[in-house]
């Protein structure tokens, strides 16, 4: 009898234990796994293709997970670097409701002086000296939606570059620098590039979705002006009724775009970053390419369960 109980329970304990490992290899074995691989088969063809360095981050905003690749590298950001001017922007704004002296506003006034005019500054250019005044929330759209280059330097005086540089150091950010004002090049013949990698570039976007730095009504403000309708690379290829929250950036050789799509139940954060493009129109469809793949996972994933079936 006492052999027979033993036999039962170890039987039992046996049975309790092949049954978890069962269902754990289940989990662990379904098609969602498999597309990611897909995915990541498709972004590594992509780049290889590409006559030029590429580095790619996509971050799932739902489970964490990451697709990485040379997403350590540095490169020069271009004009993604002003997702964390208009960040700081919008951060002291924040503070200075709250009581804080000496910050920036949103609503502060700034009256164009033509010294302040450098290349690519489309909108800033048309305004009437010493007459025409705008907020520096207009600057701030005017930075995203033609990417204003005048309109950027404004705002780096009016923040602080040094400022920039903190706020993205306390987000852990080491290797994203605000170094020089846009189309200084002298300064970018010194070194003094403005530079970040596309894993900080997507962490500092997380950072931004998940109200780490602003409340929530900022927040939603901020990515609202991000996600201006204009010339970029991310949503090329994208269904038009796709939000993305993005800057994209280039300069000579370089192609870069970061941000923030809103696929329906399955958000994500992608930048691609480019440098010794030899053929820079094939770096943007590249970047296309790269957003476009990713799109069709998170559009998938954001309507299947993790065995692939459409749910209603």
């Known amino acids: 009898m006492l052999k027979l109980v033993a036999f039962s329970i170890v039987f039992a304990l046996a049975t309790n234990s092949f049954a978890q490992e069962k269902d754990e290899t289940v989990k662990s074995d379904t098609g969602s796994d498999l597309l990611w691989k897909k995915l990541e088969t498709r972004v590594d063809e992509i780049a290889a293709r590409l006559d030029g360095v590429m580095g790619v981050a996509i971050l799932d905003l739902t489970d964490g997970r990451a697709l990485l690749r040379n997403a350590d590298r540095v490169f020069p950001t271009a004009s993604s670097i002003k997702i964390a001017i208009l960040l700081e922007l919008y951060r002291q704004d924040h503070e200075a409701l709250l009581g804080a002296k000496g910050k920036a506003r949103l609503d502060d006034i700034y009256t164009f002086d033509s010294k302040d005019l450098v290349d690519d500054s489309r909108i800033m250019a048309g305004l009437t000296p010493s007459v025409t005044k705008v907020t520096n929330r207009d600057l701030a759209q005017f930075t995203v939606a033609v990417s204003d280059n005048a309109a950027a330097n404004i705002l780096i005086d009016r923040v602080g570059k040094d400022n920039v540089n903190a706020m993205l150091h306390s987000l852990g950010l080491s290797k994203t620098l605000l170094r020089r004002k846009m189309m200084d090049i ?17 962490r500092l976007l997380e950072t931004i979705y998940k109200r780490k730095v602003l409340d929530k009504q900022p927040t939603g403000e901020f990515i ?7 010339d970029s690379y991310i949503p090329r290829n994208l269904p038009d009724n796709i939000q993305v929250a993005n800057k994209p950036g280039e300069l000579e050789g370089v192609r870069n775009d970061c941000g ?3 696929v329906q139940n399955r958000p994500f954060v992608v930048s691609v970053m480019t ?3 030899r053929d820079e129109r094939a770096a943007e469809s590249a970047i296309s390419d790269v957003a476009l793949e990713a799109y069709h996972y998170f559009e998938m994933r954001g309507k299947t369960s993790e065995y692939g079936r459409v749910v209603p």
Do not use: C, H, W
């Not at 609202?224 to 204009?230: F, I």
């Open 224 to 230: 609202k002006q991000l996600s201006t309708k204009k």
């Open 275 to 277: 440098a010794y493009d």
């Open 260 to 262: 923030i799509v809103f």
């Open 186 to 202: 002298a300064a970018a013949r010194r070194g003094d590039e403005n530079v970040a990698t596309p894993q900080e570039m997507v």
